[in-house]
């Protein structure tokens, strides 16, 4: 397919882009000689895509040492070779440094050395049996396979483990491309996924709750795709789908969203952060947020059509409701004539009366008619942070284009 030719002309790195890489990785790894620190991740792999990489570092210490160590001592004694270089600290499960050499970003990651997958203890310690079982399975063609897939799951937004997506890890589209043995397999399997859909490698061992279960070859006790959301299952599934059936390289890139006018109403509640924050930590916030807002909205009576988001240096929350306004007054229903509570609810209602089915109702006064304070009452982060809150007139950029749009941006 011509597509697929043109997407890996732009993912598939040349020998000039490995030997830049390489040659960041060779300095760094020098600066650690005397600890045991190996690379893995897509670089080692050769699954990693073109222009759009880190370099995954691992720095193995003893099981023995034990978890708090890493986050300490080793932390301490990395950070100490690699001075001198542009280095920062991220926070995963557990901190590790991220150092810039040359425009090549490599994370280094302290982990525990384990004699099998299902010895692990942190999440990282799987990794060697990753790669070995990765490396083991792919051929150079499988691993082309792998480069278009990856592209195709950013495109469509669902490249990621990370809690802001809820999609596929890299690993996970590596062992669908194993499973299902090209890319367009894996796009044919995908369009008939289900809720619940099992795809097992090895064994399976026991039973997992997700809406995609990918046992771990190296560790059946734990699902390879447990990040992988509804939402992004079922993206994954209407996209191959929808590609199969007339493909086209907006699925790899999309196109930006031409401008949208506001249907219905759109409230925007902006917040910045105002102390350092872990990504993992603060989209689990945001995503609690996000769920409370809409409840309470429709609680308080709302007609809620959406809830989005979009991030740049802040976070913006994106509220579209049918209207902002809504009555001083709703209905509320109370219990049947025959109940003991009948008699407490008429006590406490000025306007009630008994309905045609027999339950008592009465009008009520709205506590709360303000969307905006409900938004804002909504929002819990337990970062420092403040909200700005306004309607939205006019969308100029493309994440909030988007969410206007509606359509997938991979849809004509
Ligand atoms: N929670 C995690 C995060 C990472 N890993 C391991 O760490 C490696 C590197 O992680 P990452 O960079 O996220 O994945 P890559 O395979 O390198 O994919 P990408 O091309 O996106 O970097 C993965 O292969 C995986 O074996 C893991 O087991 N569990
Ligand atoms: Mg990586």
């Known amino acids: ?7 890996l002309r732009r993912v598939k790195p040349g020998p000039e882009d490995t030997i830049r890489i390489q040659s960041a990785v060779d300095l760094v790894i020098s600066r650690l000689k005397d600890l045991d620190a190996e690379v893995h991740g897509s670089f080692r792999k050769g699954t990693w895509l073109k222009g759009d990489t880190d370099v995954d570092l691992f720095v193995f210490y003893p099981r023995s040492v034990g978890k708090e160590y890493l986050a300490r001592e080793a932390l301490r004694e990395i950070l100490d070779r690699l001075q001198g270089l542009r280095t920062r600290l991220a926070y995963a499960e557990h901190p590790y440094v991220i150092v810039e050499v040359d425009g090549v970003e490599v994370d280094v990651v302290p982990a525990l050395r384990v004699e099998s997958g299902d010895q692990a203890i942190t999440a990282v310690d799987r990794t060697p049996f990753h790669t070995r079982y990765v490396t083991s399975r792919l051929s150079d063609e499988g691993k082309d396979q792998v480069r278009l897939l990856k592209r195709f799951l950013k495109g469509i937004g669902v490249y990621g483990a990370e809690i802001r997506v809820m999609g596929f890890s890299g690993y996970v589209a ?5 499973y299902y043995g090209s890319f367009l397999n894996v796009l044919k399997g995908a369009s008939t996924w289900k809720p619940g859909t099992e795809i097992v490698l090895e064994r399976e061992t026991k039973e997992f709750n997700s809406p995609l279960v990918i046992p771990d070859p190296v560790d059946p006790r734990r699902n390879a795709a447990a990040a992988v959301s509804m939402k992004s299952l079922a993206t994954m599934s209407i996209a191959s789908r929808m590609f199969l059936k007339e493909a086209s390289l907006d699925f790899f890139y999309p196109p930006s969203p031409e401008p949208q006018p506001v249907l219905g109403e759109v409230l925007v509640a902006e917040i910045k952060l105002l102390e350092p924050y872990v990504d993992d930590v603060l989209w689990g916030q945001i995503r609690r947020s996000v769920e409370k807002i809409r409840n309470s909205l429709l609680n308080a009576g ?4 959406d809830v989005g988001w979009c991030q740049d240096e802040r976070v913006r929350l994106l509220v579209q409701v049918e209207s902002t306004q809504i009555g001083d007054h709703h209905l509320g229903q ?3 004539f025959y109940l003991e509570s009948s008699t407490e609810f ?4 000025r306007h009630v009366w008994v309905g045609d089915d027999g339950k008592l109702y009465a009008l009520k006064r709205r506590k709360e008619v303000d969307p905006e304070r409900i938004i804002l009452n909504s929002i819990s982060l337990k970062y420092k942070y403040s909200v700005r809150q306004y309607k939205l007139t006019e969308a100029s950029d ?7 749009r509606k359509r997938p941006l991979w849809l004509k």
Not at 174 to 178: A, H, K, R
Not at 302 to 305: D, I, T
Not at 398 to 404: H, N, P, S, V, Y
């Open 302 to 305: 709302f007609r809620v059509v």
């Open 398 to 404: 493309d994440c909030t284009r988007a969410f206007l």
């Open 1 to 7: 397919m011509e597509i697929l030719e043109e997407v």
């Open 346 to 349: 008429i006590l406490s209602n």
């Open 174 to 178: 590596e062992l669908l491309t194993i």
């Open 334 to 336: 109370g219990p049947p």
